[in-house]
């Protein structure tokens, strides 16, 4: 299993349109993907999940994958919410 | 004849059809063990069903309405192939043996629950999709097919209110107009009219009395329907439909030329946006500039308030974009009808009249400045104003400029570049017009916001279905004070325009220009046709249309005589 913590930084948070660019982000890799944020945990591959998890900005998560691409998947995942979400915003 | 409010222009005629509000009705029942298969079968069935009209409703309205509302349908789709929610679905099937029916209804109102407990704006919002989608999901298990989608002919769309999926539901190349009974030119069936270029009419409250296929004349100018009219009646608004297509094709020519009037007077004619898009948009529809920037979008749908940073970056982007033409852009208005969560603002009882726009930025110093800094920042990269909402005393704007001299200070230290915009203010208040030789001493330009004035000067509430009528600028107490306000501005060598629905009334052009305004800002859709229009006329033939209007007594008779001088 790979997990590592990372930041959300742009300013709407996982909400919303952004949750829905990482949850079809997250449901291209093989592996097994979870987010969990202060205790709570919920498949990065479903968007009911991730939207319920209410990650807003300035929150630490951890993204964990386990399965064959699980290194890959983690590295892309963190940098998509370090800065493709970012770039995205008010374009 | 039925009088409503005009919310997208044009004229259809032709047959009604009532779209009805469905209530989906979820029986509970038990399932016996051996059925508990069939029944899985039965959701995947509907489940299939449901994923199919989506896929289907996001592909026409990415081609109809944009990317951005296809995207709406794009999330409804993740939601329906949810990993999660899907398999609790059939669980709950299996285990409660129970219909397919109740178990979505469980499990999705409890998301939906979830969304609506949440104290971020955005979330909550989720809570309407995802019942959205739950009844479309129901309906595919019930199958209960939304009535009505496709017409033989032609139809004009009656209904009590129209929410985003039933107008995605709609086959609108078969949709000649809207009538409903809820909503106000900024509603989303008015919206959605006026982006499919049909005519609407909104504010019907006898909507439930058209029948359907019963003949219909909608007049989305003036804001009427009229039932089974006579031949008479009916030739008439057949000629004004060739008309209107007539000059479609002339309008078009404007899209590339100067605002001008027919003598030659250059006159600005410019565009209210609301984000950075709009901007395109209002290039693409022949605008000249940006009138009203509204700015509250950057700080709204978010948990904290923007940085300067990202103000610069929005607004240096929107400099840029118009090389050179101007942008004023309006400081933060929030308050009244536009709250921010996050600053945790009192509710008030009258918020119109409360704490708000630049009483609020007053306040809250470091807000504004920070907007400020930005503001002057980013007009070192175009032509940038700046403009003050909601000014009602002197006060006010000697302050809202002392913090912004404060703010150049601040970037004067720290080596930024900036430039020096000019500073206007709205003038929304009669009590600003009262005092605006006064306030035109402070500042390079007024720009009146007739939505407030009206609203403050008629002491009407916007949002009042049943004094809608009030709200209007061709009151003669309007009129005078749009007057007095343009030529004390001119007195006091300041240039005056116009920011609010008003300047993109067609009818009441003649009326402005000849009062002498010099810049008419509107909503993108209405800036070719404007002008077309303004280059029908003369300076000197819009005074005297203005100097006739200022002896009428009644709105009646102002609006009689502009329709009379009108161009056909």
């Given at each position: 299993m790979t997990r590592q913590k990372v930041r959300?930084?742009?300013?709407?948070?996982?909400?919303?349109r952004p949750a829905a660019k990482f949850v079809q982000k997250a449901s291209s890799y093989d592996a097994d993907i979870r987010i969990e944020i202060k205790g709570q945990r919920g498949n990065a591959k479903s968007i009911m999940q991730v939207m319920s998890l209410g990650i807003g900005k300035g929150d630490e998560i951890f993204i964990e994958a386990e399965g064959k691409d699980e290194k890959i998947a983690i590295e892309e995942l963190v940098d998509f919410i370090k800065k493709v979400l970012p770039s995205t915003e008010n374009e | 004849m039925i009088k409503g409010i005009g919310a997208s222009p044009g004229i259809a005629i032709g047959k009604a059809y009532q779209i009805k509000e469905e209530k989906i009705h979820v029986k509970r029942e038990k399932i016996a063990s051996k059925e508990i298969e069939s029944e899985i079968n039965r959701f995947q069935k509907g489940l299939q069903g449901a994923k199919n009209e989506l896929q289907k409703i996001k592909n026409e309205m990415i081609t109809k309405i944009g990317d951005e509302k296809g995207e709406i349908f794009n999330a409804h789709l993740m939601i329906l192939e949810d990993p999660e929610m899907i398999p609790a679905i059939k669980n709950k099937i299996l285990n409660e043996k129970i219909n397919a029916e109740a178990a979505v209804k469980d499990i999705m109102e409890d998301y939906a629950q979830t969304f609506s407990e949440m104290d971020n704006e955005y979330m909550q919002e989720r809570e309407t999709d995802v019942r959205d989608v739950k009844d479309r999901l129901l309906r595919n298990l019930l199958k209960?097919?939304?009535?009505?989608?496709?017409?033989d002919e032609e139809v004009i769309i009656v209904a009590r209110n129209l929410t985003p999926s039933d107008t995605a539901k709609l086959d609108t190349d078969k949709v000649m107009a809207f009538v409903t009974k809820e909503g106000s030119r900024t509603s989303h069936s008015a919206i959605m009219a006026r982006s499919l270029k049909v005519p609407a009419v909104v504010?019907?409250?006898?909507?439930?009395k058209i029948k359907n296929d019963q003949m219909l004349i909608v007049d989305g100018e003036e804001g009427i329907i009229i039932t089974e009219p006579n031949d008479e009646i009916l030739n008439k608004y057949k000629e004004k439909q060739r008309r209107e297509k007539e000059l479609i094709n002339k309008i078009?020519?404007?899209?590339q030329r100067k605002a001008k009037?027919?003598?030659g007077k250059k006159i600005e004619v410019v565009g209210n946006i609301g984000?950075?898009?709009?901007l395109d948009v209002v290039l693409e529809e022949g605008?000249?500039?940006?009138g009203l920037f509204r700015t509250e979008f950057l700080y709204m749908d978010r948990d904290e308030l923007p940085s300067e940073e990202e103000q610069f970056s929005v607004y240096r982007k929107a400099a840029e974009k118009m090389s050179g033409n101007p942008v004023i852009i309006r400081t933060l208005d929030i308050g009244g009808d536009k709250d921010l969560p996050y600053l945790n603002l009192k509710e008030e009882m009258n918020p119109f009249l409360g704490y708000r726009a630049i009483r609020f930025c007053l306040e809250e110093k470091e807000i504004f400045k920070s907007q400020l800094k930005a503001l002057l920042r980013a007009s070192a990269y175009g032509n940038i104003k700046i403009m003050y909402p909601l000014?009602?005393?002197?006060e006010e704007v000697k302050e809202a400029n002392k913090l912004l001299k404060e703010a150049r200070k601040e970037l004067e230290e720290k080596g930024e570049k900036y430039n020096e915009p000019e500073v206007g203010i709205m003038i929304e208040v009669p009590a600003a017009v009262s005092i605006a030789d006064l306030l035109a001493q402070e500042v390079d330009f007024f720009s009146i916001g007739t939505n407030d004035l009206i609203q403050y000067a008629m002491a009407v509430?916007?949002?009042?279905q049943k004094i809608?009528?009030?709200?209007?600028?061709?009151?003669p107490a309007v009129l005078r004070l749009i007057k007095k306000t343009i030529e004390i501005g001119h007195e006091n060598n300041i240039w005056v325009g116009m920011c609010g629905e008003a300047a993109g009334e067609e009818l009441l052009m003649p009326f402005l220009l000849g009062a002498g305004l010099d810049e008419f800002s509107m909503s993108?859709?209405?800036?070719l046709k404007f002008k077309y229009l303004l280059s029908q006329w003369t300076k000197e033939e819009a005074e005297e249309i203005t100097e006739k209007v200022l002896k009428l007594e009644t709105k009646t008779k102002v609006k009689e005589f502009l329709k009379e001088v009108s161009i056909k």
């Open positions: 959300v930084e742009n300013e709407t948070g996982l909400h919303a | 209960k097919e939304r009535k009505k989608k496709e017409w504010g019907i409250e006898e909507y439930e078009e020519s404007y899209r009037t027919r003598d984000n950075i898009k709009d605008g000249e500039g940006v000014i009602s005393c002197l509430d916007r949002g009042n809608a009528y009030l709200h209007s600028p061709y009151y993108a859709v209405s800036l």
